[in-house]
């Protein structure tokens, strides 16, 4: 049975719109160790594995920017560096062994920065995808994330040869003195040869990020930077709302900075609104025409489509997580730059027999289950789709005590079967993915000791 949310939803969001950045659940800091550890090859053998995600995790880059919480390390040579991949290369042989019969239906090559990586072991990394794991990279959609110095012509051509379909570039703001201010090297001129290098290798998908809320920032100087991403017509681009994290390099007091998010994003909304591009979710925004036409004439049958909310996600490299139906699980999670270095030292050293085992993660029971299910389902712009949701759980969603205040509050929307986000929940996404938390969770995240 699912209790009812001690604090009421209006009372909630009214204290920020930013409280935490919400793109799955649970959160990798409600991860605990697991005792004892679960054996992969049981864990996966319960699991449908006809449409997995690969996902493989890069913990280099070439700077530490003081924005960023992500697992990344700057402190690496080159010795380091190939035993990571050869440490990759292992894992990826174990896990594969003991998935059974498994089909891939997407790929993605983050971090990090995956483009900091020599071309060699670039190569050998989608080696690993390909010949390894068995995932057909032609045939599924395939993102790598770069950053504007690292996205090398080389890399590219390798990159776009190899099936990659979505490169997505790291870009933040197109005012130097901005991404400067956050410890983050990088001048305009870079960022447009990178980009205009990546529209020469020719990838259908080009994503743009860009970051609001940064120190120095203003309105005008946000829509400058959007207006500068514009000229080169991306097919995505994903606005964040700048967080500042524990033990991040960038320190912050709260006060007028929610106005300033707030205001950058409804301009900044709609600006790519009116230059063509649809809103996929609070962050994402796409030229769904290119996209759609693109991955249909792209992509052979048979090609099983993943699905967010209902399918399995295969990790490998330390900093990945790796999804099934009942179990999450990942390795530590640092932020501080001693704290990952020892990770990653652990990680290298680590014996083949152990890579058979999760350590480290939560266990998702029934209700976990259908609230990772609600909170995916809404944070896409398809929305909860009432009759799948029952066929999946064999239970109807009132059960779900939340979703009336939510409906009451209009922050969305019932048409049909379909429950959507409206245009105001969709401003509040974050907040309202933080409300829609578990107390198991909450207390997990509050207990957790950032390091
Ligand atoms: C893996 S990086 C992208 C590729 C590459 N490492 C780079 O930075 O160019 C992921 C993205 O997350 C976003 N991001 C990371 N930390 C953030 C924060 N604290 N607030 C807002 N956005 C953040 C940035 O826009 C960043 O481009
Ligand atoms: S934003 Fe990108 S380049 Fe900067 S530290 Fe994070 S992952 Fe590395």
């Known amino acids: 049975m699912i209790t009812a949310k001690r604090e009421n939803l209006k009372s909630f969001i009214e204290r920020s719109p930013y409280q935490a950045y919400v793109y799955s659940y649970p959160h990798k800091t ?59 290369q292992r894992q990826a042989r174990q896990v594969k062994s003991l998935l059974g019969e498994v089909s891939f239906a997407r790929f993605a090559l983050g971090g990090g920065t995956p483009t900091q990586l020599p071309i ?32 090398d012509k080389d890399k590219l051509q390798l990159l776009r040869s190899r099936g990659v379909d979505r490169a997505s570039i790291g870009v933040q703001s197109f005012i130097e003195s ?19 290098r ?34 080169f017509q991306p097919e995505e681009i994903y606005l964040y709302p700048l967080y500042v994290r524990p033990l991040t390099g960038l320190g912050r007091s709260d006060k007028e900075w929610d106005d300033i998010r707030l205001a950058c994003y409804r301009e900044g909304r709609s600006l790519l609104l009116s230059s063509g591009y649809t809103q996929v979710s609070m962050r994402m925004f796409q030229q769904r025409e290119n996209v759609e036409t693109l991955h249909v004439t792209s992509l052979q049958p048979p090609c ?58 939560f266990q998702l029971d029934a209700e976990e289950r259908r609230r990772r299910y609600i909170l995916l389902s809404l944070f896409d712009d398809e929305g909860l789709n009432l009759t799948d949701y029952q066929n999946q759980f064999g239970t109807d969603v009132i059960a779900f005590p939340e979703l009336s205040q939510l409906l009451s509050l209009n922050l969305t929307t019932q048409q049909n079967q379909i429950l959507r986000l409206t245009e105001v929940g969709i401003e509040k996404s974050d907040v309202i993915g933080a409300w829609l938390f578990s107390d198991k969770v909450n207390q997990l995240m509050h207990s957790y000791e950032f390091k």
């Not at 956050?182 to 990178?194: H, S, Y």
């Open 304 to 361: 099983p489509v993943y699905s967010c909310q209902a399918d399995g996600m295969v990790g490998l490299g330390c900093g990945a997580r790796s999804y099934t139906d009942t179990l999450h699980y990942s390795n530590d999670y640092a932020v501080g730059s001693k704290e990952i270095r020892d990770i990653l030292l652990y990680f290298i050293q680590t014996p083949d027999e152990v890579f058979e085992y999760a350590n480290y993660g």
């Open 178 to 196: 901005e991404v400067l201010a956050t410890g983050r090297r990088q001048t305009t001129a870079q960022v447009e040869a990178a980009l205009t």
């Open 120 to 151: 060699n072991h670039l190569e050998t990394i989608l080696n690993v995808a390909s010949e390894t794991m068995g995932a057909n990279l032609q045939n599924i959609p395939v993102s790598v994330e770069m950053s504007p110095e690292t996205a």
């Open 198 to 231: 990546m529209s020469e290798a020719g990838f259908p998908t080009i994503n743009i990020d860009l970051i609001y809320g940064l120190p120095g920032q203003t309105v005008e100087s946000w829509l400058y930077s959007i207006r500068a991403a514009l000229r």
């Open 30 to 88: 409600a991860y605990r160790p697991l005792t004892p550890p679960v054996k992969l090859a049981d864990l996966w053998s319960k699991q449908d594995r006809q449409a997995l995600f690969l996902y493989i995790h890069i913990p280099f880059c070439e700077m530490r920017c003081g924005f960023c919480n992500l697992f990344t390390t700057v402190t690496h040579n080159e010795d380091f560096v190939s035993q990571y991949v050869r440490t990759l």
